[in-house]
Structure formats: C-alpha cells, structure tokens
C-alpha cells in the first residue's frame, strides 16, 4: 500500500500514515475522491516532484510541511 494517496482533481497529496487524530482526518474526506481522482504515491520524492513539477499541494491537515497557500 502506497504511503501518500494524491487526488488528482484537487491536486492534494494526503499522507496516510500521519499520525493524526480521527477528527482530523475526517477533515481530509478521503472517502469523497472518486477512484478515477486517486493517485498512489509511495516516497516523499515523488511527493517534492509532484509539488514542485505539476502543482500539487499537501492537504493542510495532514501533510501540512508541504502544505502552502
Ligand atoms: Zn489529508
């Protein structure tokens, strides 16, 4: 299983191992991206590449060192 899931239609990148309250991760509303949306991402340097490269942005609730505005 991937460690990062991106959703491509929001260009956000969740971590899905962050250790983080259940309240807070509702916040993500991962169960609301489609399938078709996700994306796996599996190391942090595809996580730089996907921020740097294709406009990608860390959900603010759980990958919130990557997240800008
Ligand atoms: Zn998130």
Redesign the pocket.
Known sequence: MARY?ANTNTK????LE?N?SSD??A????DKIKPEHKKDVYTEGEVDLLIKNEGYD??????PEYHTD
């Open positions: 899931l956000e990148i969740h971590d962050a983080i807070k991760r916040l993500c509303e991962l860390g959900c603010k609730h759980c990958l």
